[in-house]
């Protein structure tokens, strides 16, 4: 299908800077099976559903991936050159793979300093993504990212403030636990532990998966048709215990409620035809667009997303094309806070 199919008008104003707090005061668009829509707060998620259901949230945790640095000069004649890096994936306990500007200035051989001590060399390149083998790994190179880099805000974000400190703890859930991501699960975001807390009494459990969000998931579709769209691939895990309680959880009659797209594509990844759940542990590269059928998830918490994004071609699949077109129009002439760090729906999958 055509991807401007999927363009909406933002206004800039809309794209949220900062997030709510306290974090579950973020406004609420609740869309029913029928595509009937009501406004709450995050805060009242727990009245929403029912006892027996489960939300399945995505315990990854962000590391502080972009960090500035130089290219050292080749030899004695030359000049260091000023580099930025983005970490996106890990591929060995030393080495990562990294979206750098300007990557003119770097080739295979190439030796950096990140930051003002984290030391490296450039073993390859393709485009405007090179593989850095670091001096240091394992532990100590985690360290010292997490010493020399910032908290690698989105480029609709970031484009408008610089990182600062409150963005350490903002940009990353309460429940953040395996590091990994260079982007939030941000659906995520918006729990607090007293919201946690009001949902048990309710009945409803929490059950945890790990996809670590690559940077693809800000890049752009760039093809006409979604037929001609690459999706990224990102790391995920469904232990074969999250697996067994959740199909015990839809046996007896409760929801899967998937906290964020991250939540979703993992379940979805890991579950067969017949919507069972098993044990997964790997790469997937999932890409969900109307006519997909959900074979598990029933309830998704969502924020708001690009235009012509893979994102909300997700949640147009979800809940119905024109269900969500007219949702997001409510919600701009609302004025809900769009993005990362903005206000949050909550779908019921459309009925069929």
């Given at each position: 299908?055509?991807?401007?199919?999927?363009?909406?008008?933002?206004?800039?104003?809309?794209?949220?800077?900062?997030?709510?707090?306290?974090?579950?005061?973020?406004?609420?668009?609740?869309?029913?099976?029928?595509?009937?829509?009501?406004?709450?707060?995050?805060?009242?998620?727990?009245?929403?559903?029912?006892?027996?259901?489960?939300?399945?949230?995505n315990?990854?945790?962000?590391?502080p991936?972009?960090?500035?640095?130089?290219?050292?000069?080749?030899?004695?004649?030359?000049?260091?050159?000023?580099?930025?890096?983005?970490?996106?994936?890990?591929?060995?306990?030393?080495?990562f793979?990294?979206?750098?500007?300007?990557?003119k200035?770097?080739?295979?051989?190439?030796?950096?300093?990140?930051g003002?001590?984290?030391?490296?060399?450039?073993?390859?390149?393709d485009?405007?993504?090179?593989?850095?083998?670091?001096?240091?790994g394992?532990?100590?190179?985690?360290?010292?990212?997490?010493?020399?880099?910032?908290?690698?805000?989105?480029?609709?974000?970031?484009?408008?403030?610089?990182?600062?400190?409150?963005?350490?703890?903002?940009?990353?859930?309460?429940?953040?636990?395996?590091?990994?991501s260079?982007?939030?699960?941000?659906?995520g975001?918006?729990?607090?532990?007293?919201?946690?807390?009001?949902?048990?009494?309710?009945?409803?459990?929490?059950?945890?998966?790990?996809?670590?969000?690559?940077?693809?998931?800000?890049?752009?579709?760039?093809?006409?048709?979604?037929?001609?769209?690459?999706?990224?691939?990102?790391?995920?895990?469904?232990?074969?215990?999250?697996?067994?309680?959740?199909?015990?959880?839809?046996?007896a009659?409760?929801?899967?409620?998937?906290?964020?797209?991250?939540?979703?594509?993992?379940?979805e990844?890991?579950?067969?035809?017949?919507?069972?759940?098993?044990?997964?542990?790997?790469?997937?590269?999932?890409?969900?667009?109307?006519?997909?059928?959900?074979?598990?998830?029933d309830?998704?918490?969502?924020?708001?997303?690009?235009?012509?994004?893979?994102?909300?071609?997700?949640?147009?699949?979800?809940?119905?094309?024109?269900?969500?077109?007219?949702?997001?129009?409510?919600?701009?002439?609302?004025?809900?806070?769009?993005?990362?760090?903005?206000?949050?729906?909550?779908?019921?999958?459309?009925?069929?």
């Open positions: 299908m055509r991807v401007d199919e999927f363009d909406f008008e933002l206004p800039d104003a809309l794209i949220a800077l900062r997030p709510a707090r306290p974090r579950d005061a973020a406004r609420l668009l609740v869309v029913r099976e029928n595509g009937t829509r009501e406004h709450r707060t995050v805060h009242d998620l727990p009245e929403l559903l029912r006892a027996g259901d489960v939300l399945v949230v315990d990854t945790k962000v590391i991936a972009r960090l500035n640095g130089r290219r050292l000069a080749r030899d004695e004649t030359g000049h260091n050159a000023k580099i930025e890096a983005t970490l996106h994936k890990r591929v060995s306990p030393a080495a793979r990294a979206f750098v500007r300007p990557a200035r770097l080739k295979p051989g190439d030796r950096i300093v990140l003002a001590t984290l030391t490296g060399i450039v073993a390859a390149r485009g405007g993504e090179i593989e850095i083998a670091f001096d240091i394992g532990a100590d190179l985690d360290a010292a990212i997490a010493a020399e880099g910032e908290m690698p805000l989105p480029p609709y974000i970031a484009g408008k403030r610089k990182p600062d400190a409150s963005d350490r703890a903002d940009y990353q859930t309460i429940f953040a636990d395996e590091p990994g260079v982007a939030a699960p941000t659906a975001l918006h729990f607090t532990p007293e919201l946690f807390e009001r949902a048990r009494e309710r009945g409803i459990a929490r059950a945890q998966v790990t996809l670590h969000v690559g940077a693809g998931t800000f890049l752009p579709v760039s093809a006409e048709d979604t037929a001609n769209h690459k999706m990224h691939t990102e790391w995920a895990e469904l232990t074969p215990e999250t697996a067994d309680a959740l199909n015990a959880a839809r046996a009659g409760g929801r899967i409620v998937a906290v964020g797209s991250t939540a979703l594509r993992t379940l990844t890991a579950a067969d035809d017949e919507g069972r759940l098993h044990p997964f542990r790997g790469e997937t590269a999932i890409f969900i667009t109307p006519g997909y059928r959900f074979k598990c998830v309830v998704m918490l969502t924020n708001f997303h690009l235009p012509r994004s893979t994102l909300f071609m997700l949640v147009c699949a979800f809940a119905g094309t024109e269900a969500m077109k007219a949702a997001y129009a409510e919600a701009i002439a609302a004025r809900f806070r769009f993005y990362s760090y903005g206000d949050a729906c909550l779908l019921f999958r459309a009925s069929r």
